[in-house]
């Protein structure tokens, strides 16, 4: 079997001479999240621990937001960043050399750059309100964009669709949403993997996954190397929450638990 030239990884910067457009994922109104929310009267408020109580509302039991002099962290919102932290250092110590959003791998005067990623626990918007023909672009976007960041042009993108049973109308929406994304991204949806497994997700639900990969010439790579002093960073406002950090969105904002 013929050797596989080990893959290189980098963390990216874009400096003012190198830059690329990422994939606009939907956004989500915040009003639409708290519509099915209560607010706690002075009786339902706890002074000491300056947190609300939990409401009942139509027989689910929410928790309001944290008022506004506490603190909020991802580990109060489930995910711990300290173990995923811990997870890379050890899996490094397997696969010397990862750790950047995309993997680059050695192809002629060029590199293929991959990307692999989830949507996250956007997915349970997409349970509660029942569209599910949006979620796909985010699962583009999350690897797209990843890639993106080592000057990549995206070439192709894979799905993975998980579910106990398979509803063909519902998937039908997904990979939809998967085209549109695809399209907007300028690459193509190579294939993909649909798997029905019994018993695994609850009644209506299912996963998502996605693979990305995009090509960048070897001296167009995005890695920081030409960042100098005088450089201009420039922040861009975000149109609205999109994909990462659902967790601690919904959390903050009257999740369902």
């Not at 919102?77 to 811990?86: R, S, Y």
């Not at 397997?94 to 750790?99: D, L, V």
């Not at 039908?172 to 399209?183: A, L, P, T």
């Amino acid at each position: 079997m013929a050797a596989i030239a080990p893959a290189l990884f980098f963390f990216s910067t874009v400096s003012k001479s190198q830059s690329k457009t990422p994939l606009q994922t939907p956004t989500t109104n915040l009003q639409t999240l708290t519509s099915a929310s209560v607010s706690a009267n002075k009786d339902e408020y706890n002074g000491q621990s300056r947190l609300y109580q939990p409401i009942r509302v139509k027989g689910r039991r929410i928790l309001p937001p944290v008022a506004a002099s506490s603190s909020l962290t991802y580990k109060d919102a489930g995910v711990d960043i300290d173990a995923g932290t811990e997870l890379v250092k050890r899996i490094a110590k397997m696969a010397p050399g990862i750790g950047g959003f995309g993997g680059l791998f050695p192809f002629g005067d060029s590199f293929l750059v991959a990307g692999t990623d989830g949507v996250g626990t956007k997915l349970k918007l997409a349970f509660e309100t029942g569209i599910h023909d949006t979620i796909g672009v985010d699962l583009v976007a999350m690897s797209v964009n990843d890639i993106v960041t080592s000057g990549a042009k995206p070439l192709f993108f894979l799905d993975y669709f998980a579910t106990s049973h398979l509803d063909v109308d519902l998937a039908e929406k997904v990979i939809k949403g998967i085209v549109d994304g695809c399209q907007q991204s300028d690459c193509v949806l190579l294939g993909g993997e649909t798997a029905e497994m019994p018993d695994f997700y609850a009644e209506g639900e299912y996963d998502l996954s996605g693979f990305a990969v995009g090509v960048v010439k070897k001296d167009g790579v995005i890695d920081g190397k030409t960042i100098s002093v005088g450089d201009v960073l420039i922040g861009l406002p975000s149109s609205g929450v999109h994909s990462n950090g659902f967790s601690l969105v919904r959390r903050s904002v009257h999740p369902f638990v």
